[in-house]
């Protein structure tokens, strides 16, 4: 048998198998959340939030992203995010992180900040890493520094 016949066959059954009840057992939901602000004494402030969610007959997954920014009444710059999400099907299940901030002052400094991990779990075992990344500038010069880090169990 060729390959595309192959390929036909096995779609073929597939669409036998799943019928509309496999389709009833499917969710999607979506939401996105935003807002603006300035503040009294000249802050300001705006952000916005997304997340999802999936489930069907093979797994599920969701996340969450987070972005913000803000500005003090001094000038100085905040920048943030966050993103999250998870996932879980028949051969494990799975996380993950990431997320970051980063400040401006008035006078050009910068100090910058992120940070990750993610941990999965399956038949042969579990594996978890995570990371942090730092950094800073500023008239006389910048710095920076990295943190790593892993295990793996079975």
Request: proline share 5%.
């Amino acid at each position: 048998m060729t390959r595309i016949t192959t390929i036909a066959l096995f779609t073929f059954a597939g669409s036998l198998v799943t019928g509309p009840e496999a389709d009833a057992q499917a969710y999607r939901g979506r939401a996105r959340t935003g807002h603006v602000a300035v503040g009294p004494m000249g802050g300001a402030s705006a952000g916005r939030t997304r997340a999802a969610v999936n489930s069907g007959p093979f797994g599920s997954s969701a996340m969450k992203a987070q972005t913000r920014t803000r500005v003090t009444p001094g000038g100085a710059t905040i920048q943030a995010g966050t993103a999250a999400g998870a996932r879980f099907g028949p051969l494990g299940a799975g996380a993950g992180r990431a997320s970051g901030v980063k400040v401006t002052t008035p006078a050009g400094q910068t100090y910058a900040h992120a940070s990750k991990g993610r941990v999965a779990a399956g038949p042969g075992g579990v594996a978890a890493s995570g990371s942090s990344r730092a950094s800073t500038s500023g008239p006389f010069g910048s710095a920076g520094a990295v943190r790593v880090g892993a295990v793996v169990g079975r």
